[in-house]
């Protein structure tokens, strides 16, 4: 992986393995939410997990070799109102989209993936796509499907994203996607946050909104944080949390979901500085994403062209992944440089005046000849702005913002191997297996007797026993023991240790590696080690 795959023939291998199930199912499900079964509870929380420590607990050293210092918050997902109006949101926030006006159609689209399609014969296919390869390989089935006669030797002969093309032929001459008849409506925009009311009663002044990100929590406590921390410049405040976007389409299994969730990481450094410190984030945080089993290859950094930057970025990178449900990449990350823009907006919309910095360390450093230690005392002079603004400004900040379940489903797709093996017949055989790596594995060690008896049972329950306040680890004693292999390597499970007629002799176990399948004899007191070793950052 990630070669093509078929995503329902894989949602259904995840759901059937306990990894992901569709929300509400028993009731139809219901589009954009999903639920974590008992082995995907596991991976995300240790994919959560691994982010927490590599970023906040124990982040590299600085572009300079200097300690990062790192905090974190957990914010309420409702907030005031106010705060969404300040970053935006209530007025921007919102995808274009297009609507389907047929009777028992009604679709919607995102604006910016309708693409128009034309064949000879003047043939013409409206397609929801997200790259242009994908539009070509969908208008065939599209065609079929609405039953266009298309030519003996189809081939497009022209592909058009016409949603929001200024000098396109307009969306009024593409079909609507689902029923193909030329029922679109212009774009328009479509606000993607959840409301709710918050009180007994519905009202306009009742309104709130569920957060659409965690970022805008860390910026309206920075002061908060600042104040009980006594934190300076630079640092980083982190929050993992959820998130929900009405999202015109969700789609592509978990990868674009109304609910979600968010790692965020907000990190306040100054104006000079911070470009530095936007190398540093989008590179560190590529590189995380190698460390924990992702193929180089499959990842992609892309630095946003001017006319995508949102308006406040300065720069932003996508790290964007090979999902195998698409031929082009798609972001799991965004790395924002995000100037000013949040703090300057809070400060001006809550009226609060300390949403800035006083660099203490730069005043005591330029203390020279300088007749007043005290920054009120030299203000009173009144000194030129650029003066003040070496001492007292807003901080910039870059902003890594990755999604929690997007990463999943990349660990998970990256993770998918079916191989082609050998039984001890020597007949072809297939093997689903996992390939998570074991820091991000939802179980680290399966537990045999070889049989079940012989004092096998009670010496595999005292290993698995020693090992169960550590590591999750599973025990099982069902079955002919390739079968139980079996059954951890499309779980994922790193080792499988087995009880067998020597541990009764000489206190060894045999440990199965998942990937090499080699065996090797270990004493059972170094078991633990040997889990611990290959779950250690960096290992
Ligand atoms: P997209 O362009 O895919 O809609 P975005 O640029 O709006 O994403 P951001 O606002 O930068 O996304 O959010 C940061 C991260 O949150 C994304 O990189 C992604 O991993 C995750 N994310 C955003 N929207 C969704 C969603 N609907 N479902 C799952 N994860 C999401």
């Known amino acids: 992986?990630?070669?093509?795959?078929?995503?329902?023939?894989?949602?259904?291998?995840?759901?059937?393995?306990?990894?992901?199930?569709?929300?509400?199912?028993?009731?139809?499900?219901?589009?954009?939410?999903?639920d974590y079964g008992p082995l995907g509870v596991e991976l995300k929380k240790n994919i959560k997990d691994a982010w927490w420590l590599d970023m906040v607990r124990n982040p590299p050293p600085g572009p300079d070799g200097q300690e990062i210092r790192m905090v974190g918050l957990d914010c309420a997902i409702i907030m005031n109102p106010k705060v969404w109006v300040a970053s935006g949101h209530v007025g921007?926030?919102?995808?274009?989209?297009?609507?389907?006006?047929?009777?028992?159609?009604?679709?919607?689209?995102?604006?910016?993936?309708?693409?128009?399609?034309?064949?000879?014969?003047?043939?013409?296919?409206?397609?929801?796509?997200?790259?242009?390869?994908?539009?070509?390989?969908?208008?065939?089935?599209?065609?079929?499907?609405?039953?266009?006669?298309?030519?003996?030797?189809?081939?497009?002969?022209?592909?058009?994203?016409?949603?929001?093309?200024?000098?396109?032929?307009?969306?009024?001459?593409?079909?609507?996607?689902?029923?193909?008849?030329?029922?679109?409506?212009?774009?328009?925009?479509?606000?993607?946050?959840?409301?709710?009311?918050?009180g007994a009663i519905q009202s306009e002044e009742n309104k709130v909104y569920l957060r659409p990100e965690t970022a805008q929590g860390i910026f309206v406590n920075y002061r908060n944080v600042l104040d009980s921390t006594r934190l300076k410049l630079p640092f980083g405040i982190a929050q993992v949390g959820k998130a929900f976007r009405n999202e015109i389409n969700p789609r592509n299994f978990t990868f674009r979901s109304r609910e979600f969730e968010q790692m965020e990481i907000e990190f306040f450094?100054?104006?000079?500085?911070?470009?530095?410190?936007?190398?540093?984030?989008?590179d560190l945080r590529k590189t995380w994403y190698s460390t924990l089993g992702i193929k180089s290859d499959n990842l992609v950094p892309r630095e946003q062209g001017k006319e995508e930057l949102a308006h406040y970025s300065i720069g932003t990178t996508d790290i964007e992944y090979m999902f195998p449900f698409s031929d082009e990449p798609q972001e799991l990350e965004g790395v924002a440089h995000r100037g000013s823009f949040d703090l300057t907006a809070h400060a001006k919309h809550s009226g609060n005046d300390k949403l800035n910095y006083f660099d203490e360390d730069r005043w005591n450093a330029d203390a020279g000849t300088r007749t007043t230690n005290s920054f009120k005392e030299w203000m009173?002079?009144?000194?030129?702005?650029?003066?003040?603004?070496?001492?007292?400004?807003?901080?910039?900040?870059?902003?890594?913002?990755?999604?929690?379940?997007?990463?999943?489903?990349?660990?998970?797709?990256?993770?998918?191997?079916?191989?082609?093996?050998?039984?001890?017949?020597?007949?072809?055989?297939t093997r689903t297996v996992m390939r998570f790596h074991p820091r991000l594995a939802p179980i680290k060690a399966a537990v045999f007797p070889l049989v079940n008896k012989d004092g096998m049972p009670e010496k595999a329950t005292a290993l698995y026993r020693s090992l169960k306040p550590y590591f999750n680890v599973f025990y099982d004693d069902k079955g002919a023991v390739g079968r139980r292999y079996r059954r951890q390597d499309e779980a994922g499970t790193p080792f499988c240790i087995t009880i067998d007629g020597q541990t009764l002799v000489d206190d060894t176990v045999t440990v199965r590696d998942r990937d090499t399948l080699k065996q090797e004899r270990v004493k059972v007191g170094d078991v633990r080690g040997v889990i611990e070793k290959a779950l250690t950052p960096g290992a």
């Open 380 to 429: 009173k002079a009144n000194p030129p702005a650029d003066e003040i603004g070496k001492y007292q400004f807003t901080p910039h900040v870059i902003e890594p913002s990755a999604g929690a379940d997007r990463f999943t489903l990349a660990v998970l797709c990256e993770a998918y191997t079916v191989e082609e093996l050998k039984d001890a017949k020597g007949n072809p055989d």
């Open 269 to 282: 450094c100054r104006p000079d500085e911070s470009m530095k410190w936007y190398e540093y984030w989008r």
């Open 1 to 34: 992986m990630p070669t093509k795959i078929d995503m329902a023939k894989f949602a259904s291998f995840c759901k059937d393995m306990g990894f992901i199930y569709q929300s509400s199912e028993i009731y139809g499900g219901i589009n954009g939410f999903w």
């Open 92 to 198: 921007g926030f919102a995808d274009p989209m297009v609507g389907c006006k047929t009777e028992g159609c009604n679709k919607l689209y995102r604006a910016d993936k309708v693409y128009l399609v034309d064949f000879e014969g003047g043939v013409k296919v409206g397609v929801e796509a997200n790259s242009k390869a994908e539009a070509e390989a969908a208008s065939f089935d599209v065609a079929k499907r609405s039953k266009k006669r298309l030519p003996p030797n189809p081939a497009p002969l022209a592909m058009e994203l016409v949603g929001l093309a200024k000098d396109g032929p307009g969306i009024a001459t593409v079909p609507c996607p689902n029923c193909q008849e030329l029922s679109l409506t212009e774009p328009r925009a479509f606000n993607l946050m959840f409301e709710s009311n918050a």
